[in-house]
């Protein structure tokens, strides 16, 4: 008896002094390690990474930029059963304990002694786990499990349990860029929390164990046991019936991957805001949750889409059919393995689907896709493949589908409108279109070429291109500036100049049919766009007064050549810039600065920025006072093709909204009779020359230019009406031809018709007004002279008021007979 007291005393002695060495290890690893844990007090104003949200003007969705994807929700708007799943997944002791489970950890310690093995599974909290997640690295080792249960103790003082809940379901990574309860189940099952059912819960508070190989994509069989798992414990904690858990377990598993919800296809437009926020953000644009208001209208978007990509469709069919995209040699039994490894290194591209030739005969054609649907082609299907042999020729029309299509090519097949499968390449032919409102210069739709897939360049900002005849109307403004009117007859004739750039050279401009048509009215010329004309009239004005007073649309002088083929449109221009130029004769003479971002808000919907962009508003009190100090002939600060680029960067766009009934007013660029009087003649172009096209869609406030260059490198049509500027351009990126015959009318036009078609639909018309100090008369349409009285061949023309004072006195300019180059009588 007395021995066993003996060794009683002796282990309460060792007891003790195991007690008293543990509380020293522990006092002295907290006074170690202490120090240098970081406050957990910044939890409370935690900032978690968000992704930058780009929207359209009606709040639907362009695009969301940023590594992960995560969307923070609060926890009282967490499920009950989600909450309950995570629980039996990871710490069912959650709400009763102190932010450490005793169990848990003597659990793990008895298996790392008994194992040798750090990798040990199990023994931490959430409350743990979130000091891990926030603070610290996800090494093995035992200083870090330390300083994770001082954290935890510091979390449970910091926070309530419902704040910590939150912060991990926030937080928690569920595989394939998913971050957040939120984000993974819209991400595997397509659904807002609310809608998940105990089984799905039970799929999602299994993930973050293993998020990388233990998800129902990665690893379906895995994930399904993991869920086995779950629904276990929650039916031993009685989270669940036993009911509840036997269907939950019977229930079929759907989980797909499902990316953001786009709603609007605008990827070259999304890159250029994207690259804007960060310029304007920061590094933190990316990551701080902003939510990017922009100009776009979603509905024009998608018609610009649609006409692009159809009008490149329809320019590379007419120039024949290139052959397949790919092949492979099938085996004889060749199955589906094959098919899909053949079409495994093709993407859709723009509707255009990839397809392997699995059989080929006279009569038709069986096409495999990628996600098993089989597809017969007829002859009517292929009709249009005609092989290319130049971008004149082409070859004859195939008589069978089997002198189209062979086994083993990989091509392209698309559905026409009726839903019938035809078949199809991928344009090598670019295109551009950029639309904005006049009135203020917000960008309202943006393509940048066929597929952002296939090249990010995007051609309506970042290009350099000829205008070609589009560029006329600028040079048709300096020169009714200069004292010409729409009635000023100039002889339509060869011409030849001094050529500086070769010794003793000359240059001899043409006109592009290689005609003449003598005394032609500058109406008439622009509307047929003859070039001589416009050659002769830049002479007249001269070279340096021209490219000054071309400025004034927002073109810098370095993007337009010091000499005479300015008139022929060899200035280097996006489509953006032509838009922008010509949006001065839309809204009455006034420069406009292009932008794209209306307003950023922060994760907590605080507008951070806001535009105040510039804007014409001829109708303002304000404008007009302004208008009435402005001398008639303006000349506005040069803009540069930087500004109308990066036009969120300008002076015109600020982070404070102009007050209430006080717009910010666009500087003038031009004389409002001026811009009406150009805006006139492009109306007859539209109704009656090179853009007649156009009157396909029966209204009468259209007007526009047509505009192609040398060799039919570049075809382009840019026109507007009170509400919309619109340029589009057609051509080569590497500035090869288009092909004999391919005009602006055909290659560009189309485009804008067919966008215009949807953009001005049930919009009414909108005649331009005549301003003030213009004024109707009647010409003799032969000379340009007022008409008499008793004239019965006079038509009707208009003109400044004072250019038909001055030619009711004298004559109005004309050509010197006697000298071969043009002299002109203008004042």
């Given at each position: 008896m007395t021995l066993f007291l003996r060794l009683l005393r002796y282990a309460l002695y060792l007891v003790l002094a195991g007690v008293l060495l543990g509380g020293l290890a522990v006092g002295t690893a907290y006074w170690l390690i202490a120090p240098r844990l970081p406050s957990v007090e910044t939890l409370k104003d935690v900032r978690l990474q968000v992704p930058l949200r780009i929207k359209s003007a009606d709040d639907k969705l362009i695009a969301t930029f940023g590594e992960t994807k995560r969307t923070p929700v609060r926890i009282q708007d967490v499920p009950e059963r989600l909450k309950l799943a995570f629980l039996a997944a990871e710490d069912a002791d959650f709400y009763t304990h102190r932010g450490i489970d005793i169990g848990g950890i003597a659990r793990a310690v008895w298996l790392t002694l008994s194992t040798g093995s750090k990798h040990v599974a199990g023994g931490s909290t959430i409350t743990q786990q979130v000091a891990r997640m926030f603070f610290l690295s996800p090494e093995v080792s035992y200083t870090r499990k330390v300083s994770e249960i001082f954290l935890a103790f510091r979390i449970e003082s910091a926070l309530s349990k419902d704040e910590i809940l939150e912060l991990y379901l926030n937080k928690a990574f569920f595989g394939h860029r998913s971050y957040g309860i939120a984000a993974a189940a819209e991400f595997y099952y397509g659904k807002s929390l609310d809608q998940l059912d105990l089984a799905e819960c039970a799929m999602l508070a299994s993930i973050p164990k293993f998020p990388s190989t233990g998800n129902p994509l990665s690893r379906p069989q895995r994930a399904l046991e993991r869920r086995g798992y779950v629904l276990g414990r929650m039916l031993e904690n009685?989270?669940?019936?036993?009911?509840?858990?036997?269907?939950?377990?019977?229930?079929?598993?759907?989980?797909?991957?499902?990316?953001?919800?786009?709603?609007?296809?605008?990827?070259?437009?999304?890159e250029l805001v994207r690259q804007e926020a960060i310029e304007r953000l920061g590094n933190n644009a990316l990551t701080d949750g902003y939510v990017v208001k922009t100009t776009l209208n979603s509905a024009n978007q998608e018609a610009a889409n649609r006409a692009l990509r159809e009008a490149l469709t329809t320019y590379d069919r007419r120039h024949g059919w290139r052959g397949a995209e790919g092949h492979v040699d099938l085996a004889a039994d060749a199955a589906r393995e094959q098919w899909d490894q053949a079409l495994s290194d093709f993407r859709t591209i723009a509707g255009l689907v990839p397809a392997l030739v699995t059989e080929s005969a006279k009569d038709h054609a069986t096409l495999q896709l990628a996600d098993g649907q089989a597809v017969s082609l007829a002859l009517g299907a292929i009709e249009w493949a005609r092989p290319r042999i130049d971008e004149d020729r082409r070859g004859a029309a195939p008589k069978s589908v089997s002198d189209v299509l062979k086994r083993g090519d990989v091509v392209r097949v698309q559905l026409?409108?009726?839903?019938?499968?035809?078949?199809?390449?991928?344009?090598?032919?670019?295109?551009?279109?950029?639309?904005?409102?006049?009135?203020?210069?917000?960008?309202?739709?943006?393509?940048?070429?066929?597929?952002?897939?296939?090249?990010?360049?995007?051609?309506?900002?970042?290009?350099?291109?000829?205008?070609?005849?589009?560029?006329?109307?600028?040079?048709?403004?300096?020169a009714f500036d200069h004292g010409f009117t729409p009635a000023s007859v100039l002889n339509d004739a060869p011409v030849s100049f001094p050529d500086p750039s070769k010794p003793d050279g000359v240059w001899t401009p043409k006109n592009d049919d290689d005609s003449f048509r003598g005394p032609i009215r500058l109406r008439e010329a622009l509307v047929k766009s003859v070039n001589l004309v416009s050659v002769r009239l830049l002479d007249a004005i001269g070279v340096r007064y021209a490219r000054e007073y071309i400025t004034r649309f927002g073109l810098s002088p370095d993007q337009i050549p010091p000499n005479l083929s300015m008139a022929l449109g060899t200035a280097a221009v996006a489509p953006l810039a032509m838009a922008r130029g010509f949006a001065v004769f839309a809204n009455g003479g006034y420069l406009v600065d292009p932008y794209y971002i209306s307003e950023i808000a922060d994760r907590d919907g605080q507008i951070v920025y806001r535009a105040d962009p510039g804007v014409a508003c001829a109708s303002c009190a304000e404008r007009q006072l302004a208008d009435s100090s402005t001398p008639s002939t303006p000349s506005p600060p040069q803009a540069s093709a930087a500004d109308a680029l990066n036009p969120i960067g300008s002076a015109h766009a600020t982070t404070t909204p102009a007050a209430p009934g006080k717009p910010h007013l666009a500087p003038r660029a031009i004389d409002p009779r001026n811009a009406y009087l150009v805006a006139s003649l492009m109306r007859d172009v539209v109704k009656r020359g090179t853009g007649s096209a156009a009157m396909v869609l029966k209204r009468n406030d259209l007007a526009g230019k047509t505009g192609t260059t040398n060799d039919h490198r570049d075809a382009w049509f840019t026109g507007f009406n009170s509400q919309l500027a619109v340029s589009c351009w057609v051509g080569f990126d590497d500035f090869s031809s288009l092909g004999r015959g391919e005009f602006g009318a055909k290659a560009a036009l189309p485009i804008w018709i067919d966008f215009m078609r949807t953009a001005l639909?049930?919009?009414p018309e909108q005649p331009f007004d005549m301003p003030p100090g213009v004024t109707r008369v009647r010409i003799d349409p032969a000379s340009g002279y007022l008409a008499g009285a008793g004239d019965g061949s006079a038509i009707l023309e208009v003109m400044k008021t004072e250019d038909a004072t001055r030619l009711a006195e004298r004559p109005p300019p004309t050509e010197d007979a006697d000298n071969e180059q043009p002299a002109y009588d203008v004042f």
């Open positions: 009685r989270f669940i019936s036993q009911a509840d858990y036997d269907a939950a377990m019977k229930e079929t598993d759907l989980a797909q991957a499902h990316e953001a919800p786009v709603e609007v296809d605008a990827p070259y437009f999304a026409d409108n009726e839903g019938n499968w035809k078949l199809a390449q991928i344009p090598t032919v670019e295109a551009a279109i950029v639309a904005l409102n006049p009135e203020d210069g917000a960008i309202e739709s943006m393509v940048g070429g066929f597929s952002f897939l296939r090249s990010k360049f995007n051609r309506a900002t970042q290009s350099a291109r000829q205008p070609g005849s589009g560029f006329k109307p600028f040079l048709y403004s300096a639909k049930d919009v």
